[in-house]
């Protein structure tokens, strides 16, 4: 009896001699890429802030509605929510983030972003696409399109999700308390892919099982006394207290915490004083914690607590400081292990097994982390986005390429463009392909 399945140009026929389509021929791809590609470069040149993506979600929404999708949008404030039911099968949701970073843009590029906007404090501060979420919306486009012109070819329900806010954590939370899986199909899987800087471009990087860190960002103040410079003696000067607790916080990663279970603390921002001669009253810090678990993550705040608290009272602070810990990103990514495994069996079948590789787990954080909470076996892979000579050529010198959040980062396009739609409308006919679960 003949099994064998025969492929061709993404095809390959059954037994049974129905044409079953596994991915997009080359040809398909390159036959769509200007457009995304122009959608790219707009994209690019007009950035918008997390939950003010209203002409970022116009754009997306109008291009999916022509495709035939049924489209909602304002979910979670500017998400974008688009259906596509395609006969018996899986529900599959494929999620990008729609937001850009307060970041200044110096890529050089023609298409650079000048653009500035307020941000939630009200400051005008410049806005950049520095996480490739730019990239990811144009390869999401790319794989509507290809899903919709192919719908013969493939059955089931496709829920494309433009999720905002990803960049501070509160975009998917928005999304599923606006009823992302209540008033839409409930996906049965939910995938995602983000650009990365430690692969060559078009690499697909998988990791199964707890993937990307929880994220708390905490705000210290410290409290002195103020006075003249030259008589510190009247004075409780905030700024060496503060010194003393930026050091002895790092020894709480060195010291105190077990070196199997990684954490960061970050003291990104800090601030006090106006001038040479003046001992100010208080000086802020700012504090980026990442951690894997919830009781990691519980002993680390912790121990910060207790290093501020004494520090200042070991300066003998007039008050103990204030320690604000906002809401933030809350929950691990764990990868869904079977879910990430079969993806990647069928990506290394159809990108080459040299293109898709298993990857480190990362301490960044990402707001997906949410869908899996919400009980949907998830999956976000990466997508290496650097030209290889110079990826390369940093691993020879040891200076690393610029990353995502870095005002030079700027994936290395056509091949990174190409290969996300690829990866992505791949995974989707891999699930497609198979039962509901
Ligand atoms: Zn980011
Ligand atoms: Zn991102």
């Known amino acids: ?37 122009a959608l790219y470069i707009d994209l690019h040149k007009n950035p918008e802030l997390g939950f003010q993506e209203t002409q970022t979600a116009a754009k997306l929404a109008a291009h999916v509605k022509a495709l035939g999708f049924d489209v909602a949008t304002g979910v979670g404030k500017t998400g974008v929510v688009a259906v596509m039911k395609n006969g018996p099968g899986p529900t599959v949701m494929l999620r990008t983030e729609i937001d850009a970073l307060p970041v200044e843009e110096k890529t050089g590029l023609a298409y650079a972003s000048t653009i500035k906007s307020r941000n939630a404090a009200g400051e005008m501060v410049p806005v950049m696409h520095a996480c490739g979420h730019d990239l990811h919306m144009a390869a999401w486009a790319g794989t509507a399109r290809l899903m919709a012109e192919n719908r013969a070819r493939w059955h089931g329900t496709l829920v494309m999700v433009g999720q905002p806010a990803e960049e501070g954590g509160s975009g998917a939370p928005a999304m599923l308390k606006d009823g992302l899986f209540t008033r839409f199909p409930r996906p049965d899987y939910a995938l995602s892919l983000h650009d990365d800087d430690t692969m060559p471009a078009g690499t697909i990087g998988y990791h199964p099982g707890l993937f990307r860190a929880m994220s708390d960002s905490i705000t210290i103040t410290l409290f002195g006394r103020g006075g003249h410079a030259a008589m510190p003696h009247n004075t409780i000067d905030p700024v060496v207290l503060g010194a003393r607790v930026v050091l002895a916080l790092q ?40 951690t894997f678990t919830r009781e990691v993550r519980d002993r680390t705040l912790a121990a910060i607590r207790r290093v501020a608290e004494n520090e200042a009272a070991a300066a003998g602070a007039p008050r103990p400081p204030q320690i604000d ?4 990103i809350r929950n691990p990514v764990i990868n869904d292990a079977r879910l990430t495994l079969r993806l990647a069996d069928a990506l290394k079948k159809h990108l080459g097994a040299q293109n898709v590789i298993e990857m480190p787990a990362k301490m960044t954080s990402e707001d997906f982390a949410e869908y899996g909470v919400a009980g949907v076996p998830s999956a976000l ?43 992505e409308v791949t995974e989707l006919l891999e699930l497609f392909g198979g039962q509901a679960p």
């Open 325 to 328: 810990v906002p809401a933030a």
């Open 1 to 37: 009896m003949f099994v064998a399945l025969v492929f061709t140009a993404g095809l390959c026929w059954t037994v049974s001699g129905q044409e079953r389509w596994l991915t997009p021929a080359s040809s398909q791809i390159d036959a769509i890429y200007p457009a995304v590609e």
């Open 381 to 423: 892979l990466h997508i290496g986005a650097v030209n290889p000579a110079k990826l390369a050529e940093a691993r020879k010198t040891g200076v690393p390429v610029p990353a995502p959040h870095s005002p030079e980062w700027a994936p290395d396009l056509q091949t990174t463009l190409k290969a996300a739609i690829r990866a």
């Open 251 to 290: 020894t709480i990663v060195s010291r105190e915490n077990n070196p199997v279970e990684p954490i960061v603390i970050t003291v990104g921002s800090i601030h006090g004083g106006t001038q040479a001669n003046v001992i100010p009253d208080e000086v802020r810090l700012q504090v980026s914690v990442r």
